[in-house]
């Protein structure tokens, strides 16, 4: 018998692209949302100066939770099929949207940075911010985080309805068996060796019962008792 490939190999090949890209996306988001996005410097004129560093869980707060919205989603694509997996793949784009807002803006300066950074500072009102400054790094990582979270929803959304529904009947071990033993007899009807079927196949076929060197299926076996009963 000639070994070949998994079936279920190529048919889960598509989904294993998106899967890498939303994981790196949450690494990313994660790696971010620990380092230091702004820094800022204030004094109140009663006590010495103070500096306050803001990470990216602070600057922007759902960073995290988006991080564990896409670690959901990959075993949301895992267990499901067709238009429920590419419905994650429009979710996991506006994942990728709303992430890339405040890294962009930081990025490109836009929007009060002092009043923000004193707000999330906490700081007193009778503090005046006197220095803010920005890391772009962690801004950077969220943004590819962003990228790469689109990236893997349009392979979602476009991802065909046939291969997602071959890949769910094959994960099926009760349907994988049913298809080894159909295949077996298009084989036998065929007139073509063992050796074109796949090990895989193979296997399946003989948990079903069915054996792949048999010439007919079982037909050999209950021609005796025809016949005997026609003697009678």
């Given at each position: 018998m000639t070994a070949e490939p998994d079936r279920p190999a190529p048919r889960n090949a598509g989904v294993r692209l998106p899967l890498v890209l939303m994981a790196l996306a949450a690494a990313l988001m994660w790696g971010s949302s620990r380092m230091t996005w702004v820094t800022v410097s204030s004094s109140d004129g009663l006590t010495e100066p103070r500096t306050n560093e803001l990470n990216g869980g602070v600057w922007f707060g759902a960073l995290t939770p988006l991080a564990?919205?896409?670690?959901?989603?990959?075993?949301?694509?895992?267990?499901?099929r067709g238009w429920p997996r590419r419905l994650i793949g429009v979710l996991v784009g506006l994942v990728?949207?709303?992430?890339?807002?405040?890294s962009f803006a930081l990025l490109t300066g836009s929007g009060d940075l002092e009043k923000r950074a004193a707000a999330l500072a906490e700081l007193p009102a009778r503090a005046t911010?006197?220095?803010?400054?920005?890391?772009p790094l962690p801004s950077v990582l969220a943004l590819l985080a962003a990228l790469a979270a689109f990236g893997a929803s349009v392979l979602l959304a476009r991802m065909p309805r046939?291969?997602?529904?071959l890949s769910g009947k094959y994960d099926n071990p009760v349907a994988r068996r049913e298809a080894a033993t159909e295949e077996v007899s298009k084989q036998r009807t065929a007139d073509k060796p063992d050796g074109a079927l796949?090990?895989?196949?193979?296997?399946?076929?003989?948990?079903?019962?069915?054996?792949?060197?048999?010439?007919?299926?079982k037909a050999g076996a209950q021609a005796p008792d025809s016949a005997g009963g026609q003697a009678t």
């Open positions: 564990l919205v896409l670690l959901a989603g990959m075993a949301a694509v895992l267990a499901t990728a949207a709303v992430t890339a807002v405040p911010v006197t220095a803010a400054s920005t890391a046939d291969t997602a529904q796949s090990e895989r196949v193979l296997w399946d076929a003989l948990d079903a019962g069915t054996d792949p060197t048999e010439d007919t299926p």
